[in-house]
């Protein structure tokens, strides 16, 4: 089994940001180990850095996978 990071809006900040582009990426995480995965792939993202004091865990959830 592959793990990715993806999903439309997620790709397309990631692109954004890749060109310089000042993106904010909105979404959820639960507390495990995809949300883990994720937010260690997405550290490049210059919103993400910026926002992660904004992060807030959802401790009864888990992340939504497809």
């Not at 089994?1 to 999903?7: I, L, S, W």
């Not at 949300?35 to 910026?50: E, L, T």
Request: proline share 0%.
């Amino acid at each position: 089994m592959v793990q990715r990071c993806g999903g439309v809006g997620r790709n397309h900040a990631d692109a954004l940001t890749r060109l310089g582009v000042d993106v904010h990426l909105i979404s959820a995480l639960g507390n495990d180990s995809f949300a883990d995965f994720i937010r260690m792939h997405c550290q490049h993202m210059v919103c993400f850095k910026q926002q992660l004091y904004h992060l807030t865990i959802i401790l009864s959830l888990n992340t939504s996978i497809a």
